[in-house]
């Protein structure tokens, strides 16, 4: 028996357990999410709730922050507000990304490979650089969408090197020796590549502008007042959470749950960047 | 080899002339007239070498870039030495099963946090414990390390090591799993069982056919390993004030001064790219011995 | 003198009470399915630990003692097709490595007794096509520095597991050849381990029989071929050509399927060489060569996947070289492919979906009569049984092959192209394969053109067939005069390696 290196248990089971869990998990935070003007103490941004600073109590589970605003409606507001962003950049990556990457694969002309190009360029480049760059060149309204661009590079590439290696497979080529058309290999293609990673690749860019949002928001890039979102939450209490570690503590906490069910629905490896 | 080294150069060449055409691109969105013509104009003084002006100090981009490379590069510099030093012997102890199933819901959990929550984190410690984390104080630990100076670097350690390990451990993340990947294909393949049974020894066959495969999975993962550093590094240098070419991306992009934004964007896809290069050059070597 | 006694060897899950005395010199062939237990005997004869439950081992005059460890020095021989070696490193390097291991040399003395060995082979290769990493030599290649590395160990005992399986049948007679001299040399005992008959009688050895962990029938094959009491038994022996009918001449020959006119396809071929035939519906033609002869690049020239470097083909009357490739996929519609490969069936797709997709894609018919034909063709192939939304890729690779035979049935073709479609089968499932290909021929009575090298194969399918080496055809005609006197040393070759297996012979080794 080796001592260093042993074949890791097959794990499928548990993946698809932990996978359930994730959604579950999305699920939950979508249906708090939608539910935040009735769980929430106070509206969002109101402030002089309570005493400024308090530490969590009964009252204020979460304690309250600098302005004495109720760190727990304020989590819930900006949850909201993080989750509707991220919703808007999924879209965007899946689309510009996701569909695209996929059938960029039988563009004519060779169209495909310069698009594939293009995406490994810009894929060269930290999402986060991009969608800052983005957002300078349009503006700060563009943060959603310029997340979404920002993943499309790695998603594009993904789906296209998957589709490729689809259309060069021996199974294509037996079909095509068969007299299938094109247009129905790629119709099977989509079909089960929808049905197989759509749910897949949808956790995966969630994980993956959830975590560019709420950067670019602390860069002050992203989400402005009052439309507070998780990643500004935590900017803001860059001032007090040395002392009032809440401040900081409980959106962070908020951020990793959300970014960590999408990481699980995703089948995301330990370590692995969405 | 040959023809791999002549089709990877290729790519290489194509995606280095792509990050020009990007920077290109980029410096003419802040140029005066149309956007066409000033991208073609930026182009051509690009290929001369010529990276433009700042638009805030009005003094040539590449001077403004150069002050601040040291900065970043010495906490990638230590965030890759730590990405190793952790990354390495974590992914071969995770590819062990036993130890995979009772580490992997920590992973996951530490994996979720965005790096500036884990920035932000180390520097509540650092308050806590009254540790100096002032870039001023760490940006003097490589000339003390290089000079000598013990001293230097046992104040420096904090101010440093924190940053750096925030990058560094964002790299040893992907490490890890490059590792453990490269250690599933691995020892899955049949020939590891069928050497067994013509004769050579399990630790025998592992080290002299089975590691050379881990490592050139690492190889062939280099340049999302860079990536993730270059990421971490970005939002490290933000957290703890550190003034490197990561915050002077961000402060010339908040300015308009594009000519530097454009500038920091080229080195960095440079750099990316011929980690990955490199690393693709690398695996394939190994991997064919 | 008795070598080796294995003596009411139980393994738990695997074997059941395997008896076995081996002599110096004799040759024992396991012959069973995958599962059967063989695979468990080899492994633990190897040296590798198992679940012993019983049983005894004894060494020549030595004490019996509890199953274990092998007690005489063995050679373990895998199948080069198994891929056996790390691909990504010198062949030769890790065959040295491995004789320097067990005879506990230093590397250059083993590497000195490994050419000695292969210097003295009749049929090797030199030692410097050994030298590429193992991922880029041929499978024969391979082979030659297995077996090579099997004898310098000079063992007492060879375990051959599967050795000689998928390789090309003339490289495979000169190993078996290599194989019987160095036991005459050396002496050491062969325990073979095959899923078909064919290695037992070119080694001329005793075969056990095994099903279940059971030996259910032994003795040597000279009597087994003629007299199986087992039905099990009965079903390998079937398999063998000798008891196959050579493929009867169609009654009718309808229109031409393909007709080929001065059509070179490598490189290697020069003015002169150019191919023209004709291939009727109903009739059949086998393409037959080693690995590399140029018959697949033929295949695509006349399917129009490629085009030819000189030459005109003409597809159901239609000039393939003015066709566009959407004109090409139309005419494709009418030929079905059957290939000896695991991955030409999407394994995303069912086995409905597998079967349908032609009818869907071409005729575009009702879903219910869809459902008809998809479920007569499945039926037909013997896969009614398996639920029909089950996924390709969760099914063997014997099920792999029959629903390539049934998606062939439901399109109605007027040629079928059928490449090494027995490859990788057992016995049992070769028998049945051959069954339904012969059936499917006659039921829809589409052309059929057979890429083989073996000849027992092209003799169950066919009629005629084209000799092809280094891209050109060197020797034609129909099969039953080609067997009778071969003009071509490549023709003779190609039927000495069937030998045993066709009707007309008789020689044995």
Redesign the interface.
């Known amino acids: ?9 097959r794990r499928m089971g548990l993946r698809a357990i932990l996978r359930v869990v994730g959604f579950a998990g999305l699920g939950a935070i979508l249906v708090v999410v939608g539910l935040s003007n009735v769980l929430a103490y106070a509206p969002a941004d109101a402030q002089n709730v309570g005493r400024a600073l308090s530490p969590p109590s009964q009252v204020f589970p979460f304690g309250t922050d600098l302005f004495g605003r109720d760190v727990l409606s304020e989590v819930l507001h900006a949850l909201a507000v993080t989750v509707g962003h991220a919703t808007i950049a999924v879209v965007v990556t899946i689309v510009t990304g996701g569909i695209l990457g996929f059938l960029a694969v039988r563009f004519p002309m060779r169209t495909g490979a310069v698009l594939r ?2 995406a ?3 894929g ?6 991009l969608a ?2 983005i ?3 349009t503006s700060r309204g563009f943060a959603p969408e310029a997340a979404g661009l920002a993943a499309a590079p790695h998603a594009f590439l993904r789906a296209f090197d998957r589709a490729r290696a689809l259309a060069r ?14 247009t ?1 290999l790629m119709r ?1 293609d989509l079909v ?1 590549e929808i049905r ?1 990673n759509f749910l897949s690749m949808a956790a995966r860019s969630l ?1 993956a502008v959830t ?1 560019t949002l ?2 670019l928001s ?4 992203g989400a402005s007042p009052p439309r507070r979102d998780l ?1 500004l939450m ?1 900017a803001a209490a ?1 001032e007090s ?2 002392d009032a ?1 809440w401040t ?1 503590a409980f959106p ?1 906490l908020v ?3 959300f ?2 069910c999408a ?2 629905a995703a089948c ?6 969405p | 080899m040959v023809r791999f080294g002549l089709v990877e150069t290729g790519r290489y060449a194509a995606a280095l002339l792509g990050a020009l055409l990007l920077a290109g691109l980029v410096q003419a969105a802040g140029a005066e007239g149309g956007f066409v013509h000033a991208a073609i104009v930026r182009l051509i003084a690009l290929a001369h070498f010529d990276f433009g002006n700042s638009a805030m100090t009005g003094a040539p981009a590449w001077p403004e870039v150069l002050k601040r490379l040291p900065a970043t590069f010495s906490l990638l510099g230590g965030g890759a030495a730590i990405a190793l030093v952790l990354g390495l012997p974590l992914g071969l102890i995770l590819s062990w099963g036993r130890a995979l199933r009772a580490g992997a819901p920590l992973i996951q959990i530490v994996a979720a946090a965005p790096v500036f929550c884990a920035g932000l984190a180390l520097l509540f410690l650092a308050h806590r414990a009254n540790w100096d984390v002032s870039a001023k104080t760490g940006l003097g630990f490589w000339p003390s390390v290089f000079g000598g100076d013990v001293g230097g670097v046992a104040r420096a350690l904090t101010a440093f090591g924190l940053p750096a390990l925030v990058v560094g451990a964002a790299g040893a993340a992907t490490i890890q799993l490059a590792i453990r990947r490269a250690a599933k294909d691995a020892v899955r393949e049949p020939y590891r069982e069928t050497l067994r049974w013509m004769g050579l020894g399990a630790f025998e066959i592992d080290r002299r056919y089975i590691a050379p495969r881990v490592l050139a999975g690492l190889f062939a993962n280099l340049g999302e390993v860079a990536l993730s550093l270059f990421a971490a590094t970005a939002v490290a240098e933000w957290v703890f004030g550190w003034p490197g070419a990561a915050t002077l991306f961000i402060h010339s992009v908040a300015l308009g001064d594009w000519d530097v934004a454009a500038l920091v964007l080229l080195v960095f896809a440079t750099l990316a790219l011929t980690a990955d290069f490199l690393g693709h050059m690398l695996a394939r070597a190994m991997g064919d011995a | 003198m008795s070598l080796f006694k294995i003596d009411d060897l139980s393994i738990d899950g695997a074997v059941e009470r395997f008896s076995l005395d081996l002599n110096a010199s004799d040759t024992v062939v396991l012959l069973g399915e995958a599962g059967c237990g063989k695979g468990a005997v080899m492994r633990l004869l190897a040296g590798f630990p198992a679940d012993v439950t019983n049983g005894t081992f004894q060494a020549g005059d030595g004490e019996a003692r509890p199953a274990g460890r092998p007690l005489v020095a063995t050679a373990y021989l895998p199948s080069a097709v198994a891929a056996p070696l790390s691909p990504h490193v010198s062949a030769l390097s890790q065959l040295i490595r491995i004789v320097s291991r067990k005879l506990a040399l230093p590397k250059s003395d083993a590497r000195e007794a490994f050419e000695r060995v292969l210097s003295r082979l009749e049929g090797a290769p030199p030692l410097s096509d050994l030298e590429p990493i193992a991922r880029m030599l041929s499978r024969e290649t391979l082979a030659w520095g297995l077996f090579t590395c099997a004898f310098a160990q000079a063992p007492k005992l060879l375990l051959a597991d599967h050795a000689l399986t998928g390789l090309a049948p003339t490289q495979a007679r000169l190993l078996v050849r290599a194989l019987l001299a160095e036991q005459r040399r050396q002496g050491f005992a062969i325990l073979y381990a095959a899923m078909n008959t064919d290695v037992a009688g070119w080694l001329g050895a005793k075969v056990m029989v095994m099903r279940h962990g059971k030996v259910v029938e032994e003795g040597p094959i000279a009597a087994l071929e003629t007299n199986q009491t087992h039905a099990y038994s009965q079903t390998f022996f079937k398999a063998m050509s000798a008891n196959v009918q050579a493929a009867p001449r169609a009654a009718n020959r309808g229109q031409p399927v393909i007709q080929a006119y001065d059509v070179q396809t490598g490189r290697e071929t020069k003015a002169g060489d150019g191919l023209t035939f004709e291939l009727r519906r109903g009739a059949s033609l086998a393409l037959l060569g080693e690995e590399g002869s140029g018959r697949r690049a033929l295949v695509r020239v006349l399917l129009g996947l490629e085009q030819p470097r000189s030459g005109r083909v003409v597809l159901d009357a239609v000039d393939v070289g003015i066709l566009t490739e959407k004109m090409l996929l139309r005419l494709r519609r009418r030929v079905a492919v059957i290939a000896g490969a695991d991955d030409v069936l999407d394994p995303r797709m069912t086995l409905w979906d597998t079967v349908s997709e032609p009818l869907r894609a071409h005729l575009k018919l009702p879903r219910d009569l869809v459902a008809t034909y998809r479920d007569a063709a499945l039926k037909r192939v013997g896969l009614a049984s398996v639920p029909g939304d089950r996924a390709v890729a969760t099914l063997s690779a014997f099920d792999k092959r029959r629903l390539q035979v049934a998606r062939a049935i439901v399109s109605a073709p007027l040629l079928a192209v059928i490449d090494e479609p027995l490859r990788g089968l057992d016995a049992f499932a070769q028998s049945v394969m051959r069954d339904l290909l012969k059936n499917f021929r006659a039921q829809e009575g589409p052309a059929f053109l057979v890429v083989t090298s073996d000849f027992a194969v092209a003799q169950a399918l066919c009629e005629d067939a084209m000799i092809v080496k280094g891209g050109k055809v060197i020797e034609r005609g129909a099969i039953a005069d080609l067997v009778k006197a071969p003009k071509e040393p490549q023709t003779k070759a190609l039927i000495d390696a069937s030998l045993g297996r066709l009707p007309e012979s008789t020689k044995r080794v």
């Open positions: 028996m080796s001592l260093v290196f042993t074949a890791p248990p190009w293009i490994s360029v810009l060269a480049l930290p999402p986060l650089f800052i760059l957002i300078g060149l497979s021996r199974h294509a080529e037996f079909a095509r020796a068969t007299g299938i058309p094109v129905t099977r089960y197989d994980a975590i709420a950067t602390f860069f002050g890039f990643g935590i860059r959470y040395f570690w900081a962070a951020l990793m749950l970014i960590l990481r699980l995301l490896d330990e370590g692995e960047q």
